[in-house]
């Protein structure tokens, strides 16, 4: 894993390599190399299986965190690419030529993020919510809760409570709460 | 007999089997239920079925031949009826119902009347998964008409009549009479394309609610449905009467007809309840082979 | 590489906007092998754009009767919605046995009479159950079961999932809780049967009557409407 960690870092410019466990490694590559990195690690360095694509919203960074998750299924070690994009113009190069099932997952990014994969087959249709005419729902600043209020309708009335507290209430109604507390925490 | 009386005693006769129709499936579910653990059903329900099915407000129709379907398969019901002796033997003359010298053969195309006028119905539908349920029925069916009426034919020459009545008649004094002993190999074949003809497990492909298309009723709602309920419980009678007068040696006495038209019936549960569904390509490759190698070997003693 | 994207950003920004009606279902004119034309609006001619109309009830004994063998014979459509539709399938086994009650199971919209709504209603679900609802028979009944269909339950803030049912279709009898079970389903079914017999299911018509309101709603929230209006 070290030897393997070195060839590639030095030939792609890897950033902020971290061995997570001994068959599991993370590191950033830069958004042009990308692609290219993965097809070299699926060609040259035996990770031909591909295991997810996901995205996290790092918001307070204006960037979008890609990862290419790729599985070695001969040392049994897993690779995990991060690509950070920009947030504002979310443009990444499409993988669908490299593993088929990738443009589904792009096509679910295009829907859930919006990040776009040009060339990617029916990245425009709809993946889980049909007819969205809204901002890409799992962007961190789309408020859902707003969404819903205006969208659906909401019934009067409905109230939280804590578990705990409720329950204490509602059972054991003439003691104390504090001397409950002490029992507990005994 | 005047005419009036012979339809009077017809008409009395369908009323009766209607029911038993209906009870016989209901103790079917029962009885499964029971062996489930369960209570199961109340044993009503397929008459509440009925009376809920003609109490349905809404009734869409897709044209004419929607129409047709469910009257087709209760005139190949009731046209089974008529045809078939209810009851033979001295003294049951008012029981032949219209039986006449080669009812056989019409009684044969009835069982396929029903099916034909469904598939125009349910084709009408437009209902993608009737048409499915039609293709694998009739492929189903086909098969096992083929052993069937070897066996049938099998016994026509062992008996040199293609009556029915005359059949049953010939197998009344005992049971060593039953074609049961006198043929066992065109009874073997008869009775395994029995199987087919009931239509349960593991032959049920073609209508079970379980399997994505419900089969052709899958557009049939209200009324037509309620046809289509009574129709089926005519027919799981009269199928079972026709391998009662062919192999079993007919009924005298309408407690003999329940009787053996209920062990008849549940021969095909009973075999249901232990082999699970075929595929359709399964059933029909299953019937071209033991059943109709007996069939064909039934024909053949009988040949030379 | 780069003029690849500016290629796919002009074509993003210069899309039209959206249309869900798919192809072979939109209104247009086609060639007739005569060589006449032919306005053609397939989701029209092929489906019935009739509004459903309200089918007054019977009068006296025959609707008590009736009501009685609805009540005794509850055909539920196997349409399991949400999450709920995991309490469904042991009412059938031998703990709990539905069948007792009258309750079977049916495959197809046309032959059943009740609808159970399990558990949280996504807005693309929503769409499904609508065309199925439309197209069972009058009369037909609507059990809501779990708190989300109630007021959202702990999806009340989702942006996929709807808060009330009632909004939507007419709802005959709610079963709270998150998840209910089976027991709470049961006594569910006892309820709506006591609905029916006091001659109080009358959600068929009740839909008939507020169509344009429920149309509404559904509409607000079921962006790609591709289908009639009413689905026979």
Sequence with gaps: MKSLIERVSTKYNLQEVVQQRDNLVFAYVDKELAIDMVTYMRDYEG????????????????KFQLLYLLNNPETKTEFGIKVAIDRDNAVMQSAHHLWEQIWTYQRELKEAFGIDFPGSPRVDEDFVVEGWDDMPHMRRDFDTNKYAEETYFMREGRKSYDPATYMREKLYPKQPVTAKKNKDEQ | MTIYAQLGYT?????????????????????????????????????????????VRTTLSHGTMFYLGPVFRLTGAVGMFLFMPALV????????????????????????????????GAGEGGQPHSAIGIGRGLAQHAAVELPLTLGILSLAIQYQTLSLVDIANAQQGGILNWTLFTNP????????????????????????????????????????????????????????????????????????FIIKTFLIYFYSIFVGVVFPRFRIEQSVVWFFKLPLVLGIIAILIYSF | MNELLKKAEANASTKEEKSFVRPEDEEREVIAPDGSIIKVNPIYDYFSGEKPSVEKPNKGVVEKFLNWARAESIWVLGFGTGCGSIEI??????????????????????????????GYLSVKTLKRVIRSYEQMPSPKYVI???????????????????????????????????????????AGFVKLKEIIKSGKGEGANLYAENFDEYKANQKKVIKDWNMPDYNW
Excluded at chain 2, 232 to 242: C, D, K, Q, S, T
Excluded at chain 3, 91 to 97: A, G, N, S, V, Y
Aim: proline share 6%.
């Design chain 3, 89 to 118: 399938p042991p009412l059938m086994t031998p703990r709990f046995d539905a069948f007792r009650f009258g309750v079977q199971m049916r495959p197809t919209p046309r032959q059943s009479n009740a609808f159970i709504i399990s």
């Design chain 2, 89 to 120: 033997g001295i003294g049951n003359e008012h029981w032949l119902n219209f039986s006449f010298q080669g009812d056989i053969i019409l009684i044969l195309y009835f069982q396929l009347f029903g099916m034909l006028g469904m598939a125009l």
């Design chain 3, 144 to 186: 809501a079961l779990g708190s989300c269909t109630i007021n959202g339950g702990m999806y009340y803030d989702s942006y996929s999932t709807i808060n009330r049912l009632d909004k939507y279709m007419p709802v005959d009898v709610y079963i709270a809780g998150c998840m209910p079970r089976p027991e709470a389903l049961l």
């Design chain 1, 47 to 62: 990770y031909a299986h591909f295991t997810l694509m996901s995205c996290v919203d790092w918001i307070e960074d204006g």
């Design chain 2, 11 to 55: 008409f009395l006769g369908l009323f009766l089997v209607l029911n038993w129709g209906m009870l016989m499936s209901a103790t079917f579910r029962k009885i499964v239920a029971r062996v489930a653990g369960r209570h199961g059903i109340p044993i009503y329900q397929p008459w509440i079925d009925l009376v809920k099915n003609a109490g």
């Design chain 2, 185 to 256: 190999v065109a009874s073997a074949a008869i009775m395994l394309a029995a199987l087919g003809a009931f239509g349960h497990s593991p032959f049920n492909l073609v209508k079970a609610p379980n399997e994505i298309p419900i089969g052709p009723p899958t557009e049939y709602h209200g009324s037509y449905l309620g046809i289509l309920m009574s129709s089926g419980a005519i027919i799981h009678v009269m199928e079972a009467a026709l391998f009662m007068n062919l192999v079993f040696g007919g009924a005298t006495s309408w407690i003999e």
